[in-house]
């Protein structure tokens, strides 16, 4: 799909992953993804451990009609109308552990981020990062898809200390991580000189004892994307090469968001400061919901998706639907059909390697 344009929609740590691809296109071929759409992220969940937890407690997902985390619980509300809400420590026993040591809480690199923190209910807030995603939400709210308002200098508050807060905390669980096993090398921010010296002939082997086997792979599906020999395949729990690495390559290694981060990518202030800027760098913050549809929130990541498809900006979108055989479980998509846009709406809290692999087949 080399002339075709897409958007995706990702979490922070799958957001940087389109970043480093497309940062470094002369040696990945880059990809078709010109505008990124990201998502707030505490943590997110296995879900063969959150399917186990809950039947433990004499729940079936498909009896499950949403979850949220709110108010600091992880609330589970059922299709028959009764509440099960845990605790955040609680969910220690399904949430993934490579969680624990990311420092990314809105997107920071995304166009336009997106979630629940920061607005009353029923909407979304929205943190507009470049020019293109300014352009972007205007169209929308001209074009009526959705409403938006001034957030709130209370809300805006709440929403700076729990980004600030994920910060803090996951550079403490990495100054502790790093006394008792290897660096986290995506905290290691380096020159784009020592970026390339780092990385020289940094293959897969050393992708998976950097990454994978020290427990820090987010499963965004990367590696598998960029693979020009096709060898890489991401099972339920992990990438796995299945043959020979062509020589002298490291397209996996230098597109991971797991693997050292160059100066390159992230700018130098908030490379000496992370928590000065708890959000990242942004143009302006807002409220909004859609005038159309339905969402986890204010709707307002499909209203934009719905809206890109309308005005042919993209050809096609990245969502994350569920699998009909599974509820809950997430099935990464690739499409232009907005009815499937539409019923990809709303969270699902496990992980899932998002469409890029859907990127080389189209
Ligand atoms: C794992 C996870 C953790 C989150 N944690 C927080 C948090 O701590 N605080 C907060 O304020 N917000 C959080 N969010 C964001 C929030 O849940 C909403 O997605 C956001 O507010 C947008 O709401 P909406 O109504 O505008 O989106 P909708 O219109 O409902 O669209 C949601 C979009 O998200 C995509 N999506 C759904 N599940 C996934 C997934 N697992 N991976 C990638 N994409 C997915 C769908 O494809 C859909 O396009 C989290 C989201 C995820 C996926
Ligand atoms: S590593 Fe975990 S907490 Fe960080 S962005 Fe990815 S899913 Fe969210
Ligand atoms: S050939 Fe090997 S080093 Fe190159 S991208 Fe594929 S798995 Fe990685
Ligand atoms: S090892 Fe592959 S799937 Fe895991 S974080 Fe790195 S690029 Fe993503």
Redesign the pocket.
Known sequence: MADKKAAM???PC?ILAATKINEYKDKTGGSPICIKIG??????FSYHYLKEFLENDGIKLKDVKEFR?ENNRFKVFLNSGDLKDYSIPQTESFKRKNCDVCID?ASDFSDIS?????SKKGY??LIVRSEKGEKIIEGLEKAGYIETTEVDEKLLNLLEKIAGGKKSKNLKNIEFKEKIARQVLYNRIISEKEFEEDTDGADFDLLESDVIKVGNCVLCGACEYVCPENIVEINSRKPVKKGKCRENCNLCYISCPRTFTSSKIISNDLKAKPESYPLGKYIKILNAK?TK?K?????????I?LYLLDEKLVDDV????EDPNNPWK?IPKLTSDKNE?LA?????????P?AFKALKTK
């Open positions: 929609v990702g979490t799958q998502l707030f992220c505490m943590e997110n985390i809480f997106v979630g629940s923190v920061g979304s807030t859609s549809n969402g986890q929130d204010g709707g307002v990541v499909t209203a998706l990245f969502v994350v639907g997430p846009v990809a709406a709303g969270t699902k809290y496990s992980t899932v998002i």
